[in-house]
């Protein structure tokens, strides 16, 4: 049962475009949403997260919107570069147990 | 600071050969421990998390095991491996309130011949 629904599967961007990934979940306990970055090879790095009662997080040009009615959140790549191409994971995390549900990840990349 | 370790970073087994991957934790205590498996392409499967010593949770019925014999230690085995246990085996910890997310380790790709 896929807990966390992420879209798109794959994205190519140009360079200094913007990135969008969204995903959407069901379980109303969730009260964690991280953003996982994962280069070829390597395991997941966090990137950024927020909680449910902030709609917006930025970091540098990494942005999480969140929308708690509808069940949703997206990241917000800004001036997207080659370097940020990777696999972009979301995830959500249950409150009484702490585990992650991931999305299914989001192939990105970034042309010159 | 806090630090994960998983070894070793790749591993070639026959079918039917033992499987045998560690996980260690540095900088923390009774830390929350989890296996993950990521399949060529796909997304990460949870199969099994740990909350102390001795306390394993299995997510997914499988050919495999987990054990954590000590605070900061986490082992994922198996008796006999299968073609289908290929795959990218991620160890991590977190889900704790000093690291809400997961650290993940480096992983270890096993390719099962």
């Known amino acids: 049962q896929q807990q966390v629904k992420q879209s798109p599967q794959s994205l190519i961007v140009q360079k200094g475009g913007i990135s969008i990934i969204n995903c959407a979940y069901e379980?109303?306990?969730?009260?964690?949403f991280p953003w996982y970055q994962q280069f070829p090879g390597k395991g997941p790095a966090l990137l950024i997260a927020i909680r449910p009662d902030v709609s917006e997080k930025k970091e540098g040009r990494f942005t999480i919107s969140f929308n708690k009615s509808a069940k949703q959140f997206s990241l917000h790549i800004m001036d997207s570069q080659p370097g940020d191409s990777a696999t972009y994971f979301c995830a959500a995390s249950e409150f009484n147990t702490g585990k992650l549900i991931f999305g299914q990840g989001t192939t990105l990349q970034v042309k010159p | 600071s806090q630090t994960i370790h998983q070894w070793p970073a790749t591993l070639v087994q026959p079918v039917g050969s033992p499987l045998s991957l560690e996980c260690t934790v540095e900088g923390t205590s009774n830390p929350n421990l989890y296996w993950y498996r990521q399949a060529a392409g796909r997304g990460l499967q949870l199969l099994f998390y740990s909350v102390g010593i001795g306390q394993i949770s299995s997510e997914v019925p499988q050919n495999l095991s987990a054990s954590r014999p000590q605070d900061r230690q986490f082992i994922l085995s198996s008796k006999k491996l299968l073609l289908s246990d290929s795959g990218f085996y991620l160890c991590a910890w977190g889900g704790h309130p000093s690291n809400y997310g997961y650290t993940f380790g480096s992983g270890t790709r096993l390719t099962v011949v």
């Open positions: 379980n109303t306990a969730f009260d964690y």
